[in-house]
């Protein structure tokens, strides 16, 4: 099993278009040690001929493109991406899928309430009914239920981590939706390797601590360092938890909270533009490579 991260950042990447955060002004001006990023995009093969994708980012075109691996082989007609693993129905993590209505089919795997929501009430969706045959909707099975990918042996379960369904559904149908479908994270397997993906992490669900003790791979949320770091920084009035993201730091951050017997390489993820871990140079930066973390880039690779 090979995951490539197309993306590592938040939604709006690194430098957001739109933000002047000591962050983004200080990487425009060339003033801060680290490096741009797009946004949270992963991509996983068990063979090294079909890949799927863990989301679809709104810069999902411009990270096929420029990842070789994902582009069409001369003489075939279409792109090696067969399935796309949708852990939500956020704006950042479906958006994508309007750069992949070329009329290829292609697998989607999402929650049955990620499904109502784009098939519902978002009909612009309806654009990738275009491939012939259409694409093909599936439902993501949870854990203790049979999921493969394709005819190889990687299995893959969702978890759910206790976020919440986007603000642009109706309050109508999320009445009727159920909580634990909203926001997911994903078990993979593949030849007694096992690797845990969860961008988006409330705390809210203590599971998720089971999974990452007993994975060769976590990447998990890294989005805030602290819980009131949107409302510091002038870009919002929530904090981090109010967002459906545990922070990093704190004494119930994620940093205190990983489990001290997990024994896989553990990666932080879905890194906010505001988020000081981003500056190499930063105190913050020291602080998680001290406690064993490593910090995702675009373009790292791992092999399970």
Known sequence: MRIKILGSAAGGGFPQWNCACPNCRRLRD??????????????????????????????????????LELAPETGTPSSPITAVFLPSADVDAVM???HLREFQAFLVFAT?????????ENHIFRVLERAKPPVAWFSLPFPGQPGRAGANDLRFNAVPTGGEFPDYVSDELR???????????????????????APSLSGRRPEWKTWAESSDLVL??????????????????????????????????????????????????HINNTNPILDEESAEHRAVLDAGFEIAYDGMEFDL
């Open 220 to 269: 998990i949320d890294g989005t805030f360092w602290s819980d009131d770091e949107l409302i510091h920084t002038g870009r919002s009035k929530k904090t981090a938890r109010q967002i459906g993201h545990i922070p990093l730091s704190g004494p119930d951050g994620l940093l205190a909270q990983y489990p001290k017997s997990a024994r896989g390489r553990k990666v932080l993820l």
């Open 30 to 67: 060339g003033s801060l040690r680290g490096r741009s990023r797009t946004q949270t995009q992963l991509a996983v093969t068990s063979d090294n001929q079909s890949w799927y994708l863990i989301g679809a980012s709104p810069d999902l075109r411009q990270q096929i493109v420029s990842c």
């Open 175 to 197: 009445g009727t939706l159920p909580a634990e479908q909203a926001v997911v994270g994903f078990i993979l397997e593949q030849s007694g390797k096992r690797a845990f993906i």
């Open 96 to 98: 994508g899928l309007l």
């Open 112 to 120: 049955p309430a990620v499904q109502q929501i784009l098939k519902e």
